[in-house]
């Protein structure tokens, strides 16, 4: 039924819960492909005084593109983790604020299922930071397996 399964990670522990369900999915399916996405989100340069404080541009630059090795490390050891269900898995680090390049990301590629974890935030935290998996269903038009994190 899926053909191509986006699983969007941001290096934490809590979303990787969702890995067991992916698992299951792609046993239910015949050979989809399986894409573990990271966003790196861009780096917010404050104004005024503060930005008296930050690194040069090019600082700036390498710190981005140590995210970016380090995301593109980590997906690959989760990718190998997955390996053993045999089916196609591909990596790909993707560069913006997380909800939107996502959304993105899954029109480009015609993905037929995205599977993510929620943090499990209520209250004043959500309404103030925001959920990347709630906007994200808002925003793309195939299903989306919201797995909720163990214990939050």
């Known amino acids: 039924m899926y053909k191509k399964i986006m699983v969007p990670l941001d290096g934490s522990k809590l979303a990787e ?20 996405v990271q966003a790196v989100e861009p ?51 993707i560069y913006g604020k997380a909800a939107g390049a996502l959304s993105d990301f899954a029109a480009k590629n015609d993905v037929d299922l995205v599977v993510i974890a929620t943090h499990g935030r209520s209250g004043v935290s959500r309404w103030v930071l925001g959920s990347v998996a709630e906007r994200l269903l808002r925003s793309i038009s195939v299903p989306v397996l919201m797995v909720r994190v163990p214990g939050y």
């Open 17 to 36: 819960c969702v890995l067991p369900h992916v698992e299951a999915v792609v046993k239910g399916c015949q050979s989809p492909e399986v894409l573990l």
């Open 43 to 93: 780096i917010a340069i404050p104004y005024g005084r503060e930005a008296a404080k930050i690194a040069s541009v090019e600082q700036l630059a390498e710190f981005e593109t140590h995210h970016k090795s380090e995301a593109e490390k980590y997906l690959k050891e989760i990718a190998t983790q997955l390996g053993r269900v045999g089916t196609i898995i591909s990596t790909h680090v």
